[in-house]
């Protein structure tokens, strides 16, 4: 009994060691012990660099902790391989990009995270400040081209859960040539009017889910470049904005396609598109197949369905072409609501490769209280259940 008593005593002692001294628990490196400071005007980069390089070069999962307060970081790049994949980023305040657009707006991207695996980020905010670039660029007198806010780029199991990016200088969220990520309660806002800053822009990438998301902004809520396979989108809000769209396509004559994407259960409030694809007119090994879209509702949106083969930005390089990629099995599944045009379904397909498997099953949408217009070509498919507007395939 006494020897019990003793072993008990010692595997307390143990356990108490090993608590008091942090080994058991994920290390935290919260981002004010390394030089942050919560001040707009004190640059803050250099201690989020210091806390990523301990993080990643621990070989125990870790967490880099950012505290309430506004926190001033230019231009960052978080590089793998990391000796762990369990690094997490819990935000509870907000970073901001430098006030004058000049310093990040030509580096292409502000907060990327390239070649990393198992990284979550959760809560916080990301002010971009891109309110003066969209002022320059709206001028036309030779602006940047502007920064991606957060960008993750030939990475694996990622997560951003609760985040909010505002005012982003061009695309608030990309996912480049990523595997396994999830994006959920992230918020993104911009005005209705500030160029290029898609939501969340998904290209060469597989297995991404995008849940209980709400978007508005100036341009497509969620783009899906090319060499998308595998993703879900699901309850999500956009307004304002220019709708989710697969698109655009076929810019490169050699290019991967896009399939097996699911949009569902998503509300359209006041954009310029609802579901749309579109592809550049002019040749190209392009291809999207395997879509539903399924149970959305459209509230005064210009174009609720629409596939543009015939894109075609200033009329530069393709007048006259025809687009080459192929788009097939497509279902429209449960939409509704009402068109701010009078054509609320507009299929303009390829003549070379026209659209295949186009289905519309129980679709009803409206422009002034009466049916609104169905517009086809070169575009086939079939109808059923209860279709307003009037199927044209």
Same mark, same amino acid.
């Given at each position: ?98 006030? %004058?657009?000049?310093?990040? #707006?030509?580096?292409? +991207?502000? /907060?990327?995270? @390239?070649? *990393? ?5 959760? &809560? ?95 341009? %497509?809520?969620?783009?899906? #470049?090319?060499?998308? +396979?595998? /993703?879900?989108? @699901?309850? *999500? ?5 220019? &709708? ?150």
């Amino acid at each position: 009994m006494e020897q019990a008593a003793k072993s008990i005593v010692f595997l307390a002692f143990v356990l108490l060691f090993f608590a008091s001294s942090g080994v058991a628990d994920p290390l935290t490196y919260n981002v004010l012990n390394y030089g942050a400071k919560p001040d707009d005007n004190f640059d803050s980069t250099q201690a989020l660099v210091a806390a990523w390089t301990l993080a990643c070069g621990s070989i125990n999962p870790a967490t880099i902790y950012v505290p309430p307060g506004r926190f001033l970081v230019r231009n960052v790049v978080f590089r793998g391989q990391c000796k762990n994949n369990g690094i997490v980023f819990r935000i509870d305040g907000t970073l901001v990009a430098p006030s %004058d657009y000049k310093v990040i #707006g030509s580096t292409g +991207n502000w /907060l990327l995270f @390239e070649h *990393v695996n198992g990284v979550s980020i959760y &809560g916080g905010i990301i002010d971009g400040q891109g309110t003066g670039l969209w002022t320059c660029k709206r001028s036309g007198k030779g602006c940047p081209s502007g920064a991606t806010s957060l960008g993750f780029s030939n990475s694996r199991n990622i997560v951003i859960r609760g985040l909010t990016s505002l005012n982003s200088q061009m695309y608030h969220i990309v996912i480049n040539g990523c595997n396994n990520v999830k994006v959920e309660g992230v918020r993104v806002s911009a005005s209705g009017n500030s160029p290029n800053t898609d939501g969340i822009h998904v290209q060469s990438s597989s297995g991404v889910t995008i849940l209980n998301t709400r978007i508005g902004t100036g341009d %497509d809520c969620v783009s899906v #470049g090319p060499g998308t +396979n595998n /993703l879900w989108i @699901e309850k *999500v809000a956009c307004g304002p904005g220019h &709708g989710i769209s697969i698109g655009s396509l076929g810019k490169e004559v050699e290019e991967a396609g896009v399939q097996n994407v699911t949009v569902k259960t998503v509300a359209f409030t006041g954009t310029e598109n609802g579901v749309r694809i579109k592809s550049w007119g002019r040749q190209s090994s392009g291809f999207a197949r395997n879509i539903l879209f399924q149970h959305a509702v459209m509230t005064d949106v210009q174009n609720p369905i629409v596939i543009d083969q015939h894109y075609c930005p200033d009329e530069k390089n393709c007048p006259g072409q025809v687009s080459g990629v192929k788009i097939s099995d497509v279902t429209y599944q449960d939409i509704h609501g009402t068109s701010a045009t009078e054509v609320a379904v507009k299929f303009d397909c390829s003549s070379e490769y026209p659209c295949s498997n186009i289905k519309l099953e129980d679709v009803k949408l409206t422009y002034r209280n009466k049916a609104a217009e169905a517009s086809c070509s070169n575009a086939d498919g079939t109808a059923s259940g209860f279709v307003q507007p009037s199927s044209c395939l």
